[in-house]
């Protein structure tokens, strides 16, 4: 297994992962991936800027991926005046659980402190364990709740949003 930051030559890996980790229907509010043209897209706007942003590799397969995003740069706002970083992640069924999501999360906050961020934040179901353990196991805390929402598998949950401040 390897970690390494994210390439543009990743892109149709990459889709593939997010169309995986959607099709369950389980842990993310869409059920697609996004447009490859519009990830393209997204890719080219980023790496430029080194931003956090790295896969994890098994055997040359593409099985993980982490990113950290600064609000500012997706657009987002939430009245405080500052920049925060905005993490998403995901790694494939049948890798879970054998510590990738944890090396991932080391190499990406690692980095994040580097850029000087001063605070990560993230959305999580309540329903989705595996990820509340591994963010809480990095500090990450409860910081509120969301409105429930219905996902594409039909079941109601509660997003809630988690912050962890980088000292
Ligand atoms: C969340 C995710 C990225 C974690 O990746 P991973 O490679 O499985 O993570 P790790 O193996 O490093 O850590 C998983 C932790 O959850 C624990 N865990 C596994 N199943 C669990 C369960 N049912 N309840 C509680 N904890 C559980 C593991 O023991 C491990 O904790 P530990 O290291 O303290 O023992 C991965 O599960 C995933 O891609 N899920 C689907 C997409 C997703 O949920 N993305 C995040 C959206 S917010």
């Known amino acids: 297994m390897s970690i390494r930051k ?14 995986e980790v959607s099709a369950e229907g389980e842990f993310l509010l869409r059920a697609e991936a996004p447009p490859i043209e519009q990830m393209r897209a ?7 800027l080194d931003l956090p942003q790295f896969v994890a590799e098994v055997e040359s397969d593409l099985v993980g991926s982490i990113e950290v995003f600064p609000a500012s740069f997706c657009g987002m706002k939430d009245g405080s005046g500052e920049d925060f970083g905005v993490l998403g992640m995901q790694v494939k069924k049948a890798h879970r659980n054998r ?32 990820a509340i353990r591994l963010y809480e196991r990095f500090a990450f805390r409860w910081l509120t709740d969301l409105p429930p929402v219905t996902l594409p598998n039909g079941r109601t949950d509660q997003p809630q949003k988690m912050r962890l401040l980088l000292g």
């Open 42 to 48: 997204m890719l080219l706007r980023s790496l430029p």
């Open 6 to 19: 994210l390439r543009i030559s990743d892109i149709e890996a990459l889709h593939r992962l997010f169309a």
């Open 99 to 130: 510590g990738l999501g944890g090396n991932l999360m080391e190499v990406a906050l690692e980095h994040c402190r580097r850029l000087d961020m001063r605070r990560v934040e993230l959305t999580v179901l309540k329903s989705n364990a595996t």
